[in-house]
Each structure stands twice: as C-alpha cells, then as structure tokens.
C-alpha cells in the first residue's frame, strides 16, 4: 500500500471524525460556553491566574498557599458551571474516542499481519488484520 493510499484513508477518518456525535457534542459545549458571560468570566480568570502562576514557577518560585488556594477556587467555579461541566464532560467523550482509536491503530501497527489474539481487539474483524 503506497503512502498516498494511507494518506486518503486519514482523510477519510478525519472526516468522518469530525462528524461524530462526540465533536459535535465539544463544539456545541464550547459555543454555549462560550456565549455565557458567566462562564467566559470563570475560564478568563482560570486562564489569566494559570499564566501568571507559570510565569512565577518558571522563575523557580514556589507557588504560596494563597495561590494554590485561588486556583483550587477558580476550580470549583468551573466544575459548578453546568455550561464549562457540560463542555468537560463532551470533551473527555471525545478524548476518548481519539484514544480508542489511536490504540486501535497501534494495536493493529502492533500485531501487524499475524494478528493471533484479533477476537480480543475487534471481535468481529473489523480491525483490518486480514484474520478473518
């Protein structure tokens, strides 16, 4: 198989990856998210006090109980926000699915031709191992 032929099947993953449910499902959250003042004021504080906090860990300073403190507060107001849960929960979905299909492909990349234990992985030889 030619490189261009591997190629065109990442094409074709990728979109159908970005017509699954589960992207769907971010880009959705993240709109509503994003549209909300409330939450967008929650994730530009979270973001601005990460930054600053890098910038003083990268300077080799330990962050103080105060500080750690205010991120763990900043924290909670996110898992509260039922717009930025909602956008959390939809991106760990699709997280997911990236990583079942990255392990997938590694498995498959793995077992190359001989693929002896294919029942375990896809059960049906839907993995493209040629074993069934």
């Not at 849960?85 to 997280?95: G, K, L, P, T, Y």
């Given at each position: ?55 003083i860990q990268s300077q080799g300073h330990v962050l103080t109980e105060g500080q750690k403190k205010e991120i763990e ?60």
């Open positions: 198989m030619s490189a261009s032929v591997v190629y065109n099947k990442a094409k074709e993953l990728a979109a159908e990856i970005s017509k699954s449910k589960e992207l769907i499902d971010v880009r959705e959250a993240e709109a509503k998210m994003f549209q909300n003042l409330e939450s967008r004021s929650i994730i530009d504080a979270f973001q601005e006090k990460q930054r600053a906090f890098q910038m507060e900043l924290e909670k107001q996110m898992t509260e926000n039922p717009l930025i849960f909602n956008f959390f929960n939809a991106r760990q979905s699709f997280e997911q699915v990236l990583a079942e299909i990255n392990r997938i492909i590694g498995e498959s990349i793995a077992l190359g031709a001989e693929c002896n234990s294919c029942e375990s992985v896809c059960g049906e030889g839907s993995c493209g191992c040629g074993c069934h």
